[in-house]
């Protein structure tokens, strides 16, 4: 079965960079988009990145996604990091089946 | 205003089956233009695709859990629903409904807010 794997925390100090991982298990990654979500205490998920790196209207270009074909994996980078940033957040794909996978998630801590 | 809202029980007794609603308001389940999904989320947990339903009836279910799920869509309603039976502990989760454009693959561009469903006798 295919699996999307994500380091389980990262923590950076505010207005650094952060960057989060998403390693696919089999194929190649960058044969399905991967998106990425930000969840923040007792909310529902939203999409900070779609399509690898396109940017839903409102989400600021601090926010920026890209795939490593060398690694399989794809990655959520953040700059100038907010004490608001900090959240759970998800990478998302799909198998060749169109069964839809998440990663499992990564905690980021704002120092 | 678009949206989407999760109802149904929030308490289910192990065995028995799960059941829950979501509606759309300011979109139509009709649309060609969109899937219609559940997601849940254990507490303290991640993610789980459970399953999404197309306005003709199409429906694609997670492998580890398609023997137990039925997801149906109701557009006198407005409504798409979950049903999933023979619940057990592991069961117990935050139900997200959501929703994919149809531009081919997965993508949840919208969410409703979730709904706690216990399992327990």
């Known amino acids: 079965n295919f699996m999307l794997t994500q380091p389980h925390s990262v923590s950076a100090s505010p207005g650094k960079t952060v960057t989060i991982s998403c390693t696919g298990s089999?194929?190649?990654?960058?044969?399905?988009?991967v998106q990425w979500y930000r969840q923040r205490p007792g909310s529902a998920p939203t999409t900070v990145i779609y399509?690898?790196?396109?940017?839903p209207s409102g989400v600021p270009d601090r926010f920026s996604g890209s795939i490593d074909s060398s690694s399989n994996s794809a990655s959520l980078s953040i700059s100038g990091l907010k004490t608001e940033d900090e959240a759970d957040y998800y990478c998302?794909?799909?198998?060749?089946?169109?069964?839809?996978?998440f990663g499992g998630g990564t905690k980021l801590t704002v120092l | 205003q678009l949206q989407l809202q999760e109802s149904g029980p929030g308490l289910v007794k192990p065995s028995e089956t799960l059941s829950l609603m979501c509606t759309v308001s300011?979109?139509?389940?009709?649309?060609?233009?969109?899937?219609w999904d559940w997601i849940r989320q254990p507490p303290g947990k991640g993610l789980e695709w459970i399953g999404s339903?197309?306005?003709?009836?199409?429906?694609y279910y997670n492998p580890s859990l398609k023997s137990r799920v039925t997801i149906s869509v109701d557009t006198s309603k407005n409504q798409f629903s979950l049903k999933l039976n023979s619940v057990t502990a592991a069961d117990m989760a935050v139900y997200f409904c959501?929703?994919?454009?149809?531009?081919?693959?997965?993508?949840?561009?919208?969410w409703g807010r979730g709904t706690l469903v216990t399992v327990s006798s």
């Open positions: 959501a929703r994919t454009p149809n531009w081919g693959y997965w993508y949840f561009d919208l």
């Open positions: 300011g979109d139509s389940v009709s649309s060609s233009s969109y899937y």
């Open positions: 399509e690898d790196n396109q940017r």
């Open positions: 998302q794909s799909y198998d060749t089946n169109k069964h839809v996978v």
């Open positions: 339903i197309y306005y003709s009836g199409s429906t």
């Open positions: 089999s194929g190649y990654i960058a044969s399905n988009y």
